[in-house]
């Protein structure tokens, strides 16, 4: 196996005719395949669905307290969710509030807030001249549209294997009044897979934003999502905050989108005594109380936070195979070719490829000619707009290892022929 980089002009010609007749091949196969998006696939959604039959008419829906959760009330949920959630996010429970089902909704109704009635003591940010948000990148598709949403101008932080470059971070919110943000995904970071070090943490922690309305939107999507028996541990941004006198600074999400059902899980938020004072004040008019009868069918389900570790051993069965496929199929068919970049991950829902510049557009079109359908290139980048379009995000989670198999030939002969076109210039 030759490495492409080193091969003369007659070799590249001669590899592209072979890979392009194996390309030829595959587009015969009629494949329909969707890796778009980090959806849990058929096997998952079968793991959970016992908990349809914990509650029924002859159940008492009453909480140990003394909840009926028929009924309207309780903004920030029934308590005995909350103290499951204290143990996924490391947070109190007094901190914490639970909504509806999706955490990004919660994210996006924060940043609504704040716009509209501002943070910290500061004008809202509406009100404000220019508000800017750094964005880690790669990063997550739909945390940046929320920010692009709102017009903020989005500010590229690149990614290292430590988490997102501390030195740019602290340098521009010492220097910017506009930052007001910073959106983290710090536990196997989506796509990357990428665990902030414990440094990258307490230096978050110890930031001295020129703005007092600076705010850290940290949405820990995967606190429990391992593929590994031992995990990776995530130093407790909450803690060091307080430590730091910063507790102010981190707003923490985390739902069971990926736990139990995506759109009919629950979805809880974090933060300190002064932001939940304003969070709540938006809630109290938004709504009288988010379905508390999801939350005790969770509660009955799991019974703890235990519950909630023992079940997800069952999804890292299902999901590791499939992460499996993707890697090995990468070392098989790229690695020594010198096509591309991809780190093996310890959890989450995605493998982050960065092949050579200006190929993760064509490799995603040759990909969807052949019936795989990828998230778009550039979908990673704040706009959708990848400087070097050079990333790619890969989502296993929802076929089936026998058609991952496949998809991923399918992706690793794309990326071949998009590399050989671009170095014979066809």
Known sequence: MKDYLSMNIDELKSEYEIVKERYNKLKQLDLKLDMSRGKPGKEQLEISVNMLDILDSNSQLITEEGVDCRNYGLLDGISEIKEIFSGMMEVPSDNIMVGGNSSLNMMFDTISCFMIKGVGGCKPWIKQDKIKFLCPVPGYDRHFAITEYFGFEMINIPMLATGPDMDIIEK?????????????????????????????????????????????????????????????????????????????????????????????????????????????????????????????????YFKDYNGILEHMKRHRDILKPKFDVVTDTLDREIRDRNLAKWEKPDGGYFVSVDVHNGCATRTVELCAQAGVKLTGAGAAFPYGKDPDDSNIRIAPSYPSVHELEKAMEVFCISLRLAVLEKELNI
């Not at 230096?203 to 820990?220: E, G, M, Q, T, Y």
């Not at 407790?236 to 507790?247: G, R």
């Not at 600074?249 to 002064?274: E, Q, R, W, Y």
Request: charged share 25%.
């Open 172 to 300: 521009l919110v010492a220097e910017d009044e506009a930052i007001k943000g910073i959106w983290c995904v710090p536990k196997y970071s989506n796509p990357q897979g990428i665990t902030y070090s414990d440094e990258t943490v307490r230096r978050l922690a110890n930031l001295h934003p020129k703005a007092k309305d600076f705010r850290i939107f940290w949405d820990n999507a995967y606190c429990v999502h391992d593929l590994t028996e031992e995990g990776t541990k995530l130093l407790n941004i909450f803690d060091e905050c307080k430590k730091a006198e910063n507790e102010d600074l981190p707003i923490i999400f985390s739902s069971t989108s990926k736990v139990t059902f995506p759109g009919s899980g629950v979805a809880a938020m974090a933060a300190s005594d002064n932001n939940m004072k304003v969070i709540m004040e938006k809630y109290k008019y938004q709504t009288i109380g988010y379905d508390k009868i999801n939350m005790l069918r969770h509660v009955r």
